[in-house]
């Protein structure tokens, strides 16, 4: 594995435990996710640090498969550009269902 992709698998590795912090903090309960803003935006911030990492991942190495890359990649533009259409209930359900997905796939792929 390349030192960059590397890099880049310890970074979102290290984001998805952030976000774990997040759940904790909240005891996993999307009301009290939802009345903290600024939990709100440190997570909206890690999703868009995993969207960029990915998007480099892929650039690196083509040969790397991220099961739903696309869509990590375009949640990142999607915060980044278009952040007024963000709502707080898209964000809870990707944390709960689509980050432990990504969480396995990048440990297979870092081979830990």
Do not use: C
């Amino acid at each position: 594995m390349q030192p960059k992709v590397l890099k880049y698998i310890l970074d979102i590795q290290s984001v998805i435990q952030e976000i774990e912090t997040v759940k904790s903090k909240t005891k996993n309960n999307f009301i009290s996710f939802e009345s903290d803003i600024i939990l709100q935006r440190a997570i909206e911030r890690d999703l868009e640090i995993i969207g960029e990492a990915v998007r480099k991942i892929i650039e690196i190495d083509p040969a790397i498969k991220i099961t739903s890359a696309k869509n990590i990649i375009g949640l990142r533009n999607i915060i980044s550009h278009a952040y007024d259409t963000v709502e707080p209930e898209m964000i809870w359900g990707i944390i709960q269902n689509n980050i432990p997905v990504l969480a396995d796939e990048i440990k297979n792929i870092k081979g830990t």
